[in-house]
């Protein structure tokens, strides 16, 4: 493999895990009452970056086949606001 994509993935994995420690120590700074809920709000944020990620990478993938077909037409819409 190459060394700069294993150094990449290296430091995703350390950036990864500095997060995860940093809101770890975050989560000990709230009162007991707030943890849960901030538990719960994390694991939605969380949920929402993967779909929006899959969506990006699904779109990408859309794209590429679209331009490969040789369908790279567009089409516009009119919009009238007020």
Do not use: C, Q, Y
């Amino acid at each position: 493999m190459d060394s700069s994509r294993d150094r990449k993935w290296e430091f995703i994995r350390k950036f990864a895990k500095a997060k995860e420690m940093e809101a770890e120590a975050f989560m000990e700074l709230l009162p007991e009452s707030s943890r849960e809920h901030m538990s719960i709000i994390g694991r939605e944020a969380a949920a929402m970056v993967r779909e929006g990620m899959a969506g990006v990478m699904h779109g990408k993938a859309n794209n590429a086949a679209k331009n490969e077909a040789g369908s790279g037409r567009k089409t516009v819409i009119k919009v009238e606001i007020g």
